[in-house]
């Protein structure tokens, strides 16, 4: 291995190197092991505590900061404080790392759209607060970078009420997420109830991201049909700016088969 390639050598640094080329294949193993290491997570999620406030579980982390990565294990938990949170916002959780002669990180927390203060962070996740500033009861399941945000006690309700009309195709209508989830995430949890029922028929509706193909189960498009089920949950993707559309199909002969009321119930994201 040439000196500057930047890749892993187990032979290397050996005792017969020239003095002068130790440091250089030294740096080449380092550089190989950031490459590796720097999207390295296990553990340290996000626990719900009360209405205030948010546990990160122990676990180990690595902080990135420029060309700098930090390592860090925390073998108790931390606690991250949002008793003066604004309501029906979303506020983002990060590990840092900025002390340079401890093996530990901290936690912050901070409203979307506001940066962290400390240099070496790494986002965990996110949190709602509803219409009185208190955080939403979720749980945060995960496997290593991929974690799944669901609301513990029910759902953000009424995002929108499609009224079923048999017979009719309507165009796409627009549903933007962006106020009640994290601008990281773009794969919701939704859940639809129907409500209203005067009628026994089915109907389709047809779900996509914005602007996709309308192909069935491809490219962000969902489709099922209600019966008499009260209520059906779906990872819905979204485009960039967190919307998703909506299609309803024809149904049977019913004047009048109610409404579908379609819930935000959490999210997919990575850290």
């Known amino acids: 291995m040439a000196i500057g390639e930047l890749q892993w050598s187990p032979t290397k640094p050996a005792g017969t190197d020239l003095p002068h080329d130790i440091d250089g294949h ?4 380092n550089k190989a092991l950031q490459r590796l290491l720097q999207n390295y997570i296990r553990g340290c999620n996000l626990v719900y505590n009360d209405d205030d406030t948010v546990t990160i579980s122990v676990g180990e982390i690595a902080l990135p900061f420029g060309d700098n990565l930090r390592m860090r294990t925390n ?17 983002k959780v990060f590990a840092v790392a900025d002390s340079a002669t ?13 940066d ?19 955080i939403y009861p979720f749980y945060q399941m995960y496997t290593t970078n991929l974690r799944k945000h669901y609301f513990k006690a029910g759902v953000i309700s009424a995002l ?3 009224d ?21 995430s773009t794969l ?3 859940v639809s109830r129907r409500s209203g029922i005067s009628g026994s028929g089915t109907f389709t509706v047809d779900f996509r991201a914005k602007g996709q193909s309308n192909f069935f189960r491809q490219w962000g498009v969902q489709q099922f049909t209600v019966q008499s ?6 990872n819905q993707p979204l485009d960039a700016s967190q919307v998703w559309q909506y299609l309803l199909g024809t149904a049977g002969t019913e004047p009048d088969l109610g409404q579908l009321k379609i819930d935000l119930a959490g999210w997919w994201e990575e850290v």
Do not use: C, H
């Not at 931390?78 to 309501?87: E, G, L």
């Not at 017979?167 to 601008?183: A, C, R």
């Not at 089920?229 to 779906?234: E, I, T, Y």
């Open 26 to 29: 030294l740096k080449d193993n």
């Open 160 to 162: 929108t009420v499609v």
């Open 116 to 134: 962290p203060s400390g240099s070496y962070v790494r986002y965990l996740g996110s949190v709602a607060t509803d219409s009185s500033g208190d």
């Open 75 to 91: 073998t108790s938990t931390i606690t991250a404080d949002v008793s003066s949170a604004d309501a029906d916002s979303i506020y």
């Open 229 to 234: 089920s009260p209520q059906a949950v779906w």
């Open 102 to 114: 401890v093996g530990t990180f901290t936690g912050e927390i901070v409203k979307q759209g506001s």
């Open 164 to 184: 079923v009309n048999p017979g009719t195709i309507n165009e796409y209508v627009d549903v933007d997420l962006s106020q009640f989830m994290p601008n990281t």
């Open 188 to 190: 919701a949890i939704m």
